[in-house]
């Protein structure tokens, strides 16, 4: 497991120390974990980020941020090396233990007030890079604490509890302000927790919403967002209406994938009726939304997650940003199943192969043998995301993620 962790903070970009009993051993779990499939790296190059050592060589966590206790499941054995990090660690760095049965206070027995004022348990499920992070203590010693602050100093510190939780969501990053916590929760005390975001126009397949703030959004909703008319209609439209009455346009959604491509029984049932002309109408109008999101004069930013594939990614192609969630799968896969793109993609790819100085012959491998990136970061390799292109960790971040590149991108226009 604490090899794979390390994998997944250098995944995040982290300079990271794995240690272990030996240094031997540490190199031999990292080896083991980058073999494993699926793998727990974005891309392999991300291990040139982590040092591995051994446990005799624990000062050289000295200066680190945040220290990860991933030991055996015995409370001596924990206990003991959490004396050793508290004779070592910064005063500012957190500590956690990976226990999944043993109590996290008695782990901390003894040890000194700042070492339990920075301590907390953590339970990563195995794989870490795809299962999600459980926090307990973490969540019970700050954010009540935080809230009940929040509200008793709100109406003497701002002119409302909005102003309250836009400083922390703007200014620390936060994706709930405290006050808008407490909706979710069920409790009552803020007028509008995440605030609903205003349909503007809905059909079966996407909709237009008001994210706020001065941003529109285009959302699919159809059967593995699927882009068929429905969604054409709403790029179009949203396109038009970002331009007259808004400052940006985010193509997103919540869901678990962005876009699973075209609508190909569709095509294949106009196919088999031979309506050629439908097929070049059907054609033509997916070119045209994606030509106005391109031509948009608005900032349009596309905000995937999972699933990007044929047209899913020609969308991503044709806007000014892509803010990505870490687990994206791009990919331009219609050669699969004897088709070319259609939608403006390799003419995209090959524009970006020109200004990147990628060569030419990966994109047409990307395109010709349908290569789906592992990741997003991997995606960057295949030309699918560019380097000004953005990468959020947090799957649930990554629409308000979107928003505010989009809104960054309106202020440098």
Known sequence: ???????????????????????????????????????????????????????????????????????????????????????????????????????????????????????????????????????????RTTLAPTIEYSKRVASEIAYSTEDVDRALRWGFGWELGPLETLEPSGQPGHPSARRERRVLRARPGASLLDLGDGVLCVQFHSKMNVIGGDAIEMLVAGTREAAANFEALVIGNDADQFSAGANLMLLLLEAQEENWDEIDRMVLAFQDATQALKTCPVPVVAAPAGLTLGGGCEICLHCDRVQAAAETYFGLVETGVGLIPAGGGTKEMLLRSAGSGMELPTVFESIGFAKVSTSAADARKLGYMRDIDGLTMNRRRVLDDAKNVALAQRRGR
């Open 1 to 139: 497991m604490g090899a794979q962790l390390a994998a997944h903070a250098a995944n995040a970009g982290l300079a990271v120390v794995l240690l272990d009993v030996t240094a031997d051993a540490a190199t031999r779990g990292l080896e083991r974990a980058r073999a494993f499939k699926p793998g727990p790296f974005f891309v392999q190059e991300s291990i040139a980020q982590i040092r591995t050592g051994s446990l005799d060589e624990l000062s050289t966590l000295s200066h680190a941020d945040w220290i990860v206790e991933t030991v055996v499941e015995n409370l001596e054995i924990k206990r003991g090396l959490a004396a050793r990090i508290d004779e070592i660690r910064a005063t500012h760095a957190v500590v956690s233990t990976n226990t999944s049965g043993l109590s996290v206070a008695s782990i901390a027995e003894g040890r000194s007030a700042s070492f339990r004022a920075h301590w907390l348990g953590t339970h990563f499920f195995n794989p870490p890079r795809y299962l999600h992070l459980r926090v307990g203590s973490l969540l």
